[in-house]
């Protein structure tokens, strides 16, 4: 069994994102497993106060995307 994979940010290999104080972040973020038939979930731990950020899922339970968007303060 191979371990399920998250993509970086967009789709690459990235793990930070710079953005100006005061300025809207978004991107989004992919699961896959090499394992054929595995059930994925995808969820956020609510560590950046929800009034300034959201995370939604969509796709399915197999190829599960998350998008994330932040208004930053300055």
Known sequence: NNNPILSGIDKTTADT???CAGSQVC???FGSDLDIGQKLTMNWDYAIDTSRASF???GDSVAP???FC???QT
């Open 17 to 19: 994102k710079t953005v």
């Open 56 to 58: 939604s899922v969509s």
């Open 70 to 72: 932040w208004n930053t």
């Open 65 to 67: 995307k998350g998008r």
């Open 27 to 29: 991107f989004e973020i």
